[in-house]
């Protein structure tokens, strides 16, 4: 069974700094996502990974992924108040009825603190 | 193009009542995923569906819930007698292909059982 693992859990931050938040996986995969949720909204997709050594950038969010580590991080470089929300990592795996479905990580919650 | 479309957004039931739960694909998309999450966790894969055929239903609760995708309307996921712990967001995403593809999430159905 895939497990996804995220950490920290909880990320309190001032404006400005730098942080990095990391996704571990169990199994390999394909392709694994990046998500933004606001508290009580739907989710907000942010990045799609989709090769080892992929790396994707929109403003101060960068994404990266290595499937031989099975490893993804996500990168806040000068982190501003907006960027407040819960981050969840997701990886795509195959059933045994042959769909693809995502297992999500545990999410973190950033706080950024002025 | 119109997203995807979940309703009701808010559903208040009380224990022991039915939960029906809404959810349009978005144009030409012929496959729907539901997600539930429970508070403070990430979401969790709970049945994948095409049009009239529930294809993977490996996340759902062995009791209670049901999923149907008719040839005509919208998705149906079904809570019979609702429990306090059913109370959750539930997700609906939809995608144009069974694999190699991303899947759209809608805005949610947040779920209160009193």
């Known amino acids: 069974e895939l497990k996804v693992e995220q950490n920290p859990l909880f990320l309190s931050m001032q404006e400005g700094k730098n942080y990095t938040i990391y996704c571990n996986y169990s199994t390999t995969s394909d392709r694994l996502y990046w998500y933004r949720q606001d508290p009580g909204k739907s989710l907000e997709s942010l990045f799609v990974l989709l090769s080892n050594g992929a790396v994707k950038q929109e403003g101060r969010l960068m994404a990266s992924l290595d499937t031989k580590a099975r490893l993804s991080t996500l990168h806040i470089t000068a982190a501003v108040h907006d960027l407040s929300a819960t981050y969840f990592c997701a990886v795509d795996s195959y059933s045994n009825f042959g769909n693809e479905k995502l297992t999500f990580g545990t999410g973190t919650r950033l706080t950024i603190i002025p | ?114």
């Not at chain 2, 309703?7 to 039915?18: A, F, I």
């Not at chain 2, 997600?35 to 609760?61: A, C, H, T």
């Not at chain 2, 009791?63 to 539930?90: H, M, N, T, W």
């Open chain 2, 1 to 114: 193009n119109a997203g995807v479309m979940q309703n009701p957004r808010h559903l208040v039931r009380r224990r022991g009542q039915e939960a029906r739960l809404r959810c349009s694909p978005m144009k030409g998309h012929s496959h729907v995923y539901w997600y539930r999450q429970l508070p403070e966790e990430g979401l969790k894969f709970m049945v994948y569906l095409q049009k009239e055929n529930i294809i993977d239903e490996s996340g759902m609760p062995k009791e209670r819930f049901s999923a149907e995708f008719p040839k005509e309307g919208p998705s149906i996921l079904r809570i019979q007698q609702v429990v306090r712990g059913d109370s959750a967001a539930y997700f609906c995403a939809s995608s144009p292909r069974r694999v190699n593809t991303e899947a759209f999430f809608g805005q949610g159905t947040r779920l209160t059982v009193v």
